[in-house]
């Protein structure tokens, strides 16, 4: 067994040496660095050729190489084989030299027969030729031969009595031997005897040749293998170069090594153990490395700390600047997996230094970008002129100036066309880095002087650049004192660019520098791209500002300024527009014969100019039904056909745009009964808050929107209000939105109205304040009314007979009656238009035929009633005619007159105002009267 070790051992150290750079690389010796990849790629050219033209030579250089390494393996088995023995009969002696007992038994009084039997069991064990022990004088007391007991053992043991072990090698009968000297050593450390082992040398030697048949077949497989690869890689190298040969192989590392240094971009190989393989001409150059710094460490090579770390590591990096000496390198590293688990890093260097100055002026040039954007973004998004200065001057504050300052000319602001330029403009946004800078503040109108740049700005249309306030004497002539301040708070410099949209001047941008560089030419076309995104968005919100006005302006000459004083309610209203501007919503409270009041309120979708405009259209509309005194249900079906009509008319014109949606709520209330007539057409219902504070909603019957009805007919509705009840009339804008629904918006109506106390303008601010959201989409229109009823002493009711002779009568109780309320004055008119009024109902009219007075706040209300529809009409009577004068009377004395049709005739009605003193009618006497016709005529 231990020849078997002895021999694979020496096997082993036969062996060629193996390991990764040597597979790597074909040729490089132990120990020594890789060859560069230039030299790989030569002798790769060089296996290229051998394999494709001279196998034969391959083959025969191959069995060369065979014949060297056995005859060389022979050689060094043995000499191993030699080395071996020493070490095994040197360990064979020590162990038997320090077994226990061995040191006792040589100071025994027998050793031989101790010790003989145990020599020769460790001769068998450890396969040694024989144990010799012998005692300091040379006496063998052990061998392998019992007749040489006892006899004088020769060799130089006497090197072993000093303590010391060797081994020697001696020829003796038994052949070439190696010997062995190994002291037995007593406790106390001096010598009780040598113990000298001994192996043949013949015998490993025949071992050995036994290995030889073995060799001569294991270099036969070698060289059928090589055979075999040699044609392998001879295929696989061909099919990989696409069939290239030699010269083209040749020619294309020629091309690459050209390339390879001709390239301005440095390139460094380095290998995983931080050596450097291979550096081209421009990575010399740029990191200065010395002729030798191929196969040196990278850290060797006089680079800084950071560099040489980073191209060390082999870690990945992208475009990581370093700065080497004076210039500033771009470093790529990427690693390349070779395979087997070994990898080198390719590292690429560009000198970056001159693109620095270049990098900084695009990220400049980026910023600018990126502002320019922004401002884009940020400027315009309202339509108010001046906010969006303001956005202007926030999006620059810090990114392009310290401080900014926006003046625009007053008509500008007003939404109307600028004009001529001049210098008087008024500062509309001020914004900086900090709140106290000493400019003139936000809202001062500023005169400038001729002298001042903005005003050279204003008057010119041209940017003005000042990198200097100190030196600019125009400047600091517009107001030294302040001009002072700002240069003390460290303000520097200015650049003063005009807003101009459609080559008109709206104003002039200012901007302000207080730290770091002076403005200079290259900032003077930036600031105009800015300031004319800006002045863009400023006259779109100018326009819109002028539109909006005039839009508001028509809506506010079309809507009620003031409503009338009324006996039969108290009345107060709101207004809101929505957030997008004005539109449909309308309201009206519009005066009755016989003391009544209509309460009107509308609603036209849709906002601005278009729906303002029909909004007024159908509010004169219901002004005019409403002078014929007809019915809520009539006036609405009239009311329905017009705005079907507009519609009509819309398209005809080619204009989509319909009013679609409109609707109208229409309520008309007596203050005699105490009763309201209302009908609705797609119109919310109103709120009725009863003198105790409950709040119902009366129920009435629903009408399709105006525009829609088809002709459909409407209905009405009678509700009872008691004296000092509240009606409210709103729009759907008040009580539905984006936010919550109409239910929802109903219950809050509710809880705010739910008050007895309040007067009609107090409910209004309840309602408001409970129900308006902070941004309304739609418009709010808001009318609430607190009725009163005419006191029954204030109304005088006769029934008058069929017959002409119960006209003196009704005269006179007439006459009465107003000497009762005080207004004896108006006694003579008032008896002249009832007497006319009776005389024709009782002449042409239908009985039954009914009388009433009414005493109103302003004003004497006379109305006769009769069963006919026929109404008489004010005509200028012939001279042959014997009637038809009576009517001018009544016109003359009447502040209005009219008829009104009723579901079982007509009423004829007028109304006399209420004077303090009745001198100027009392004076006319019937003879003044009768005056105002010739004699022909009469």
């Not at 030889?212 to 059928?224: R, S």
Request: hydrophobic share 40%; proline share 7%; charged share 25%.
């Amino acid at each position: 067994m231990v020849k078997r070790d002895r021999l694979r051992r020496a096997k082993g150290r036969s062996a060629p040496p193996t390991g990764p750079e040597h597979a790597r690389y074909p040729g490089a010796a132990p120990g020594k660095p890789s060859l560069s990849w230039g030299r790989q790629a030569r002798s790769l050219l060089s296996v290229h050729t051998v394999a494709g033209q001279v196998l034969l030579l391959q083959l025969v250089l191959v069995v060369v190489l065979v014949a060297v390494t056995v005859a060389g393996l022979v050689l060094q088995s043995r000499r191993q084989s030699i080395e071996g023995t020493r070490d095994e009969v040197l360990a064979a002696g020590e162990g038997f030299a320090n077994a226990p007992g061995t040191a006792e038994a040589l100071d025994g009084p027998d050793p031989t027969a101790v010790l003989q039997p145990r020599a020769e069991a460790a001769r068998k064990r450890t396969g040694v030729d024989n144990i010799v022990v012998a005692t300091t004088d040379g006496i063998r007391l052990t061998h392998r031969d019992p007749g040489r007991i006892g006899k004088r053992f020769v060799g130089p043991y006497r090197k072993a009595l000093t303590g010391e072990s060797f081994t020697h090698t001696v020829t003796d009968p038994l052949g070439l031997s190696v010997y062995a000297a190994v002291p037995v050593l007593r406790a106390d450390g001096t010598v009780a005897g040598v113990v000298a082992p001994e192996i043949t040398i013949d015998n490993v030697d025949q071992e050995a040749q036994e290995q030889l048949p073995l060799l001569f077949g294991t270099a036969a497989g070698v060289l059928v293998l090589a055979m075999g690869g040699s044609a392998l890689v001879s295929r696989r190298l061909r099919r990989q170069t696409r069939g290239l040969g030699p010269i083209e192989m040749t020619r294309m590392y020629e091309h690459h090594d050209a390339v390879l240094h001709a390239v301005r971009e440095g390139v460094l190989i380095v290998d995983d153990k931080g050596r450097l393989l291979l550096a081209n001409d421009e990575a010399r150059r740029l990191l200065d490395l010395p002729e030798d710094a191929e196969r040196r460490a990278v850290g060797d090579l006089g680079l800084a700390p950071g560099t040489a770390e980073l191209l060390a590591s082999g870690e990945p990096t992208t475009d990581e600047v370093h700065l080497v000496g004076d210039r500033l390198l771009a470093v790529n590293v990427r690693s390349v997996d070779q395979g087997g688990g070994v990898s080198h890093s390719v590292a690429t260097l560009r000198d970056t230094t001159e693109l620095q100055a270049l990098a900084g002026r695009a990220e400049m040039a980026r910023e600018r970008l990126q502002l320019l954007y922004d401002a884009g973004v940020r400027i315009g998004t309202t339509l108010d002129v001046a906010r969006t200065a303001e956005e202007l001057a926030e999006v620059t504050v810090p990114r392009f100036a310290d401080f900014v300052t926006v003046e625009l000319l007053d008509p500008v602001l007003r939404g109307e066309e600028p004009g001529e330029a001049g210098s008087e403009m008024r500062r509309t946004a001020v914004r900086g880095i900090r709140d106290d800078p000493p400019l003139y503040p936000e809202g001062e109108l500023i005169r400038f002087a001729p002298t001042n740049p903005v005003a050279a700005v204003a008057t010119s249309g041209r940017p003005v650049l000042e990198p200097d306030l100190a030196a600019s004497r125009g400047w600091r002539a517009q107001d030294p004192e302040r001009a002072r301040r700002v240069l003390a708070y460290g303000i520097h410099s200015l650049l003063s660019v005009p807003l101009q949209a459609r080559g008109v001047v709206l104003g002039v941008a200012d901007f302000w520098r207080s730290e770091g560089e002076p403005f200079g030419e290259s900032d003077l076309s930036f600031a105009e791209e800015l300031t004319a995104r800006a002045a863009v968005s400023i006259d779109n919100a100018r326009r819109y500002t002028r539109e909006h006005a005039m839009t508001v302006t028509l809506q506010r000459s079309l809507l009620p300024r003031e409503l009338p004083e009324l006996s039969a309610v108290d009345v107060a209203f709101r207004y809101l527009p929505a957030r997008a501007g004005v539109g449909g919503d309308w309201f009206d409270v519009i005066p009755l014969p016989g003391a009544r009041v209509a309460l009107v309120v509308g609603d036209v979708v849709g906002h601005g100019l278009h729906a303002a405009a029909t909004m007024g259209r159908l509010r004169t509309a219901v002004h005019n039904f409403s002078s014929l005194d007809l019915p809520p249900d009539e006036l609405l079906s009239h009311l329905d056909e017009l705005v079907a009509r507009i519609d009509q008319e819309r398209a005809v014109e080619g204009d989509g745009t319909a009013i679609t949606g409109a609707s109208c709520l229409y309520a008309v209330y007596d203050p005699v009964s105490g009763r309201a007539t209302a009908a609705r057409a797609g119109h919310p219902g109103p709120a009725l808050v009863h003198p105790d504070g409950a709040v119902t909603f009366p129920d009435l019957p629903l009408a399709p929107p105006l525009g829609l009805g088809a002709g459909m007919p409407v209905e009405t509705a009678e509700v009872d209000l008691p004296a000092g009840s509240r009606l409210a009339l709103f729009t759907d804008g008040l009580v539905e939105n984006g936010e919550r629904d109409a239910d929802t918006g109903l219950a809050l109506l509710r809880d705010a109205l739910a008050r007895a106390d309040l007067t009609p303008e107090e409910t209004c601010r309840e309602v408001l304040g409970a129900l308006l959201p902070e941004h309304p989409g739609d418009d709010i229109a808001l009318l609430v009314a607190r009725t009163h009823t005419l006191a029954p002493d204030r109304v005088a009711t006769w029934e008058v007979p069929d017959d002409p002779t119960a006209v003196a009568p009704v005269r006179a109780a007439c006459a009465q009656r107003l000497a009762d309320w005080g207004l004896a004055d108006l006694a003579f008119t008032t008896e002249l238009i009832v007497s006319e009024l009776v005389t024709n109902a009782i002449r042409y009219g239908i009985p039954p035929i009914q009388l009433r007075l009414l005493r109103d706040r302003n004003s004497v209300i006379c109305e006769v009633a009769d069963g006919s529809s026929t109404s008489p009409h004010l005509r200028r009577a012939a001279i042959t005619d014997e009637g038809g004068r009576g009517l001018y009377l009544i016109a003359r004395f009447a502040r209005r007159w009219g008829t009104r049709y009723t579901g079982r005739g007509k009423i004829i009605w007028t109304e006399q105002p209420l004077h303090d003193g009745a001198d100027e009618t009392g004076e006319e006497s019937g003879e003044s009267l009768l005056d105002q016709w010739g004699d022909a005529e009469l």
